[in-house]
């Protein structure tokens, strides 16, 4: 009598794991060979519990005689399953039929007498034919083939998988080994007394299969068994409700006479439809509920998919670490979490998500993390398990690139209080490789732009240490045209006395000089006058650096200018042994529009430069009009421009070679100047040369000025007009 | 005009004039030998440009400072007014401010401001009073002389009229 109480009390979980298995994932081969499993052993239980029921010997042969179908058929199973789990491994087609030949034979032999022959006295005295060795045999061989195979996997695998192969096949070895004794080989000895007990063994694979299940996450069927079992409960509670309510109600009501027997029946019904229908409102409601509140429940594809979102879209640090962290928590429902990312050794940056921890974990202890991950309920104990639950960590994992360390994530407890499922784990595992990268890409990103601002405030230092050189290097120049200004200014005025009187001297003022002085004082007079002329190209250069380099107009006579010029410069052809012809227009030529002392001084200087350049022979002015144009040529028979010189002979303070030993105090202004003043009134300068031969310097002028004359030529016009 | 004489047998360049032949027949005119003042505070400069000018015929007078100077065109009345711009007490330019003040009447006295300086902005103020403006470095005391001439409306032999303040020198030198 105890042990068929004990059989029906097994066969309740029993029966209840295969069918969580099976709902929870009616498609995983693993899944549907355990519920085989099970189913297996629960019918192996019923035959069993029929059979120590039976009142006739007959009905008691015909239920031993059953037994063997499912018993063979867990062995077969179990061997299957040893090959499936926890990953497929192929199995031989030889193999294969030889484990599948016995489940034929027992069915073909299952109702001869080769199985049981005859029952006595209760089953307490069996008698068993050849089917029953060999079956028991290969019992055997099925047992010992599985769970050789499954120690060996158990050995090859580590953390969560070892955990469920190691109750899996605790289960399967403290419920076969029993059963096999109890059922198998002492009953071959005649020893028939324990046989009707043995099937309870199953309930030992039945607790440590579902530790496996629950402890260590064997088979996602957690969250079934949750549903089912809340389900469950609540349909029994409100039937009883309802149903206590509405008899309550009648008898107080209506004094319990009133209501009819089919009365009371609908009440209960419609309770049952009441408590049925319940469940479908309830998972309306919790759709609703689900999306404010956290449930522990998601989609890992939709995770991935917005944590890779972010990952493409954030580059900063900071950002990536903020929005990770926060988006993995708040999608798995993790109540704390921290990101240590560490560069050279040292934690670099730390990322916290919910409440802080009471102490920060610090490098050394974070070293001793360090594995790819490491899941505290899966430890036994020991210096990390004791580490992490000090910190209040459920999970760490440590983030590694290809070829870098980036740090940990360290995961606390989940909203739910529950342990991380396999779904957690495997979408963990993508996510950390992920994260790592991402972290890598925007730690090299943070510190190019950590690179960027030492180098941007170098820059800028270097900038403003320019900025400053710059200024002062202006206030030099500045101060060196202020120099020239004053120093030239300074200079005329005893030049102007000099020229002054050497003129007044030569004009006769002092009385008759004799031929030699005149001549002397006419060297000296030339030489004050090119003087006046070089501080007056000082004073323009400086003013051209200074913006102040004006052209003025007015009419002027250009014949009488340049014959004036010539006249001046004659005596020093002539002390030259050269000579020195003007060529003017054969007609009169109007007034030319052209700033007078400028253009003087550019005169002067062509004819000054060619006297010097010429040893021997001629320099000969030429002034031509060719229709709104003067055209002003002086030619020589000097040294000539060197080739290398010409393209810079026009620039400030540049002088050929050739020149420079002629004339070594030459500024190198003249031309450079000559080119202003001929160019800012809308002329072109004429330049030839042949080295050795000589040279033609010269302009051509508008006689009527292309822009509008300056403010300061209009003073000149209108004082004129007056 | 320029010649193509060789250096070696070539006349003095500049014809030595007596200045009694020359000038004479200039300076005097009708009411008497024209007032100049001269204002210049370097005595080398005024003293030049004196011999020349009273060799030519012309009263001078010669001060030193630009608060002489405004006394003497107010008592004096000069014909005309040769004003440096760097001087003690006013400058040349300050006087013409002063005289503007004044409300005196430039067109009865031209002036002629001569320096040394050559900044635009001077050359500008003095233009706006209606002065010449000259750079005295590059002028000598004839052309200062001739430019004179040519303000107070005086002909001289042989030249076109001419606003050129040089053209003087030219026929002059050449002749």
């Known amino acids: 009598m105890l042990a068929n109480i004990i059989l029906g009390i097994t066969l309740v979980p029993l029966i209840a794991l295969g069918l969580v298995v099976i709902i929870s994932n009616s498609k995983r081969v693993i ?230 027997q089919a009365q009371n029946l609908t009440y209960i019904i419609l309770s049952v439809v009441v408590a049925f229908s319940v469940q479908p409102m309830r998972g309306f409601f919790d759709r609703i509920t689900d999306r404010i509140f956290y449930r522990d429940h998601y989609d890992s594809e939709v995770v991935l998919n917005s944590f890779s979102k972010i990952i493409v879209s954030e580059l900063d640090l900071n950002r990536v670490l903020k929005r990770t962290i926060t988006e993995l928590c708040e999608k798995l429902h993790i109540q704390f979490a921290q990101l240590v990312v560490f560069n050279n050794e040292r934690v670099y940056r730390v990322e916290h998500y919910g409440t802080l921890p009471k102490r920060l974990m610090v490098a050394p202890e974070l070293a001793r993390l360090d594995a790819p991950m490491i899941v505290a309920d899966e430890l036994e104990g020991g210096e990390r398990k004791h580490l992490m639950e000090r910190h209040g960590l459920r999970l760490s994992m440590s983030l590694r690139t290809r070829e870098d360390f980036v740090g940990y994530l360290l995961l606390g407890d989940k909203l739910s209080g529950d342990i991380y499922s396999s779904q957690d784990i495997e979408l963990l595992e993508i996510i950390g490789k992920e994260l790592a990268v991402a972290i890598s890409n925007a730690k090299a990103y943070a510190q190019i732009q950590e690179f960027n601002l030492t180098l941007q405030a170098r820059v800028d230092h270097a900038t403003n240490r320019l900025r400053v050189a710059n200024r002062h290097l202006k206030e030099l120049d500045h101060a060196k045209d202020e120099f020239i200004s004053m120093a030239s200014h300074q200079l005329r005025t005893p030049l102007t006395t000099i020229k002054g009187y050497l003129s007044m001297m030569l004009e006769g003022d002092a009385g008759k000089l004799n031929k030699a002085q005149t001549e002397f004082v006419d060297y000296a007079f030339g030489s004050s006058e090119r003087m006046v002329n070089l501080i007056s190209d000082l004073l323009n250069v400086s003013r051209l650096s200074a913006g102040r380099f004006l052209i003025q ?119 450079y100047l000559a080119k202003r003043v001929v160019e800012d009134q809308g002329g072109t300068i004429i330049f030839s040369s042949v080295e050795g031969k000589g040279s033609t310097f010269g302009f051509e002028l508008p006689l009527k000025p292309i822009t509008q004359p300056h403010e300061v030529a209009n003073h000149a016009r209108h004082k004129s007009s007056r | ?103 005196f009447d430039f067109s009865v006295m031209p002036v002629i401001v001569l320096t040394n300086s050559s900044e635009l902005s001077d050359r500008n103020t003095a233009h706006s009073f209606g002065a010449e403006y000259l750079v005295k470095a590059e002028l000598t005391p004839r052309q200062v002389l001739d430019m004179i001439s040519q303000k107070l409306g005086i002909a001289k032999e042989g030249d076109p009229a001419d606003t050129d303040p040089k053209d003087g020198k030219a026929g002059k030198g050449l002749k």
Do not use: C
């Open chain 1, 31 to 260: 899944n549907r060979l355990l519920f085989l499993f099970v189913l297996g052993t629960s019918l192996w239980v019923i035959f069993n519990l029929m059979a120590n029921l039976a009142v006739t010997d007959q009905a008691d042969l015909f239920w031993s005689r059953l037994t063997i179908v499912p018993a063979t058929m867990v062995a077969y199973v179990f061997v299957l399953f040893s090959h499936y789990f926890p990953v497929k491994t192929p199995i031989r087609r030889f193999a294969h039929i030889i484990y599948v030949l016995p489940l034929i034979l027992s069915i073909v032999f299952e109702p001869t007498n080769y199985n049981a022959s005859s029952i006595t006295a209760g089953q307490t005295n069996l008698a068993v034919g050849a089917a029953y060795y060999f079956l028991v045999a290969y019992y055997f061989v099925a047992f010992i083939s599985g769970t050789l195979r499954l120690w060996r996997t158990h050995n090859h695998s580590r953390g969560l998988q070892r955990a469920q192969i190691r109750y899996i096949l605790a289960g399967v070895v403290f419920t076969v080994a029993p059963t096999l004794l109890f059922s198998g080989i002492l009953p071959l000895f005649g020893i028939n007394q324990l046989l009707s007990i043995s099937p309870s063994a199953a309930l030992i694979f039945v607790a440590l299969a579902s530790i496996a299940i629950f402890r260590h996450r064997l088979l996602e069927v957690r969250f079934v068994v949750a549903r089912s079992l809340a389900y469950l409960l609540l349909l029994t509670v409100l039937i009883s409700i309802y149903s206590g309510i509405i008899f309550g109600l009648t008898q107080l009501i209506f004094h319990g006479s009133t209501m009819s």
């Open chain 2, 1 to 103: 005009m320029p010649d193509t004489n060789p250096p070696a047998k070539s006349e003095p360049t500049f014809t030595v004039t007596n200045p009694a032949d020359a000038e004479a027949p200039i300076a005097p005119s009708a009411d008497g030998p024209k007032l100049i003042l001269i204002a210049e505070d370097d005595p080398f400069i005024s003293r030049m440009y004196q011999i020349k000018l009273e060799s030519a015929g012309f009263k001078v007078i010669v001060k030193n400072n630009g608060r002489d100077a405004f006394e003497a065109i107010k008592s004096e009345h000069p014909n005309l007014a040769v004003l440096d711009i760097n001087m003690p007490e006013l400058s040349g330019l300050e006087v013409l401010g002063a005289l503007q003040n004044d409300s």
């Open chain 1, 553 to 671: 107009t007015k009419p002027t006579d250009m014949v009488q200018m340049i014959s004036e010029e010539v006249h001046q410069l004659q005596t020093h052809a002539s002390a030259k042994h050269i000579k020195l012809i003007f060529e003017p227009p054969p007609e009169p030529l109007p007034p030319a529009e052209i700033d007078d002392n400028k253009t003087r001084q550019v005169v002067m200087n062509f004819i000054d430069n060619a006297i010097y350049y010429t040893q021997v022979g001629e320099v000969r002015v030429v002034l031509e009009q060719h229709a709104d144009k003067v055209r002003l040529e002086v030619r020589d028979t000097g040294i000539g421009v060197p080739e290398n010189a010409r393209k810079k002979l026009f620039s400030k303070f540049y002088r050929a070679d050739n020149a420079q030993t002629i004339r070594p105090d030459g500024t190198g202004l003249g031309l």
